[in-house]
């Protein structure tokens, strides 16, 4: 099992700007999905970015412009630079790891490993 550690979360007023971090035991450079995930209190997980071995990215669509993911190869770290924030963005968000495919695929059940997640507040 793959251990993923977020951290980063916290509170901002809208308008605001946070930077998530996930850290990695182990991953593959040559294969895999990496991607974050957030889950709104009594709602479903809902994917917001993704990126592969490449560095192929893809966005939900209400956050293209505003949200930025990225990765470190060297220190198995994968990030989720986010801006102009806005309340709907507030959620638990989660990073993943598919280690199984060449591609990413945006279910949920797909994903493998995930991390403990941290806690993104937006304010009015």
């Known amino acids: 099992q793959v251990q993923l550690v977020e951290s980063g979360g916290g509170s901002v007023q809208a308008g605001g700007s946070l930077r998530l971090s996930c850290a990695f035991s182990e991953w593959s450079y040559t294969r895999g999905c990496m991607g974050w995930f957030r889950q709104p209190a009594g709602k479903d997980r809902e994917g917001v970015a993704t990126?592969?071995?490449?560095?192929?990215?893809e966005y939900l669509k209400s956050v293209e412009g505003r949200f930025t993911i990225s990765k470190d190869n060297d220190k198995k770290s994968l990030y989720l630079q986010m801006n102009s924030l806005k309340p709907e963005d507030t959620a638990m968000y989660y990073c993943a790891y598919d280690r199984s495919r060449g591609y990413c695929a945006w279910s949920v059940a797909v994903f493998g490993d995930w991390g403990q997640g941290t806690q993104v507040t937006v304010s009015s």
């Open positions: 990126i592969d071995s490449a560095g192929k990215t």
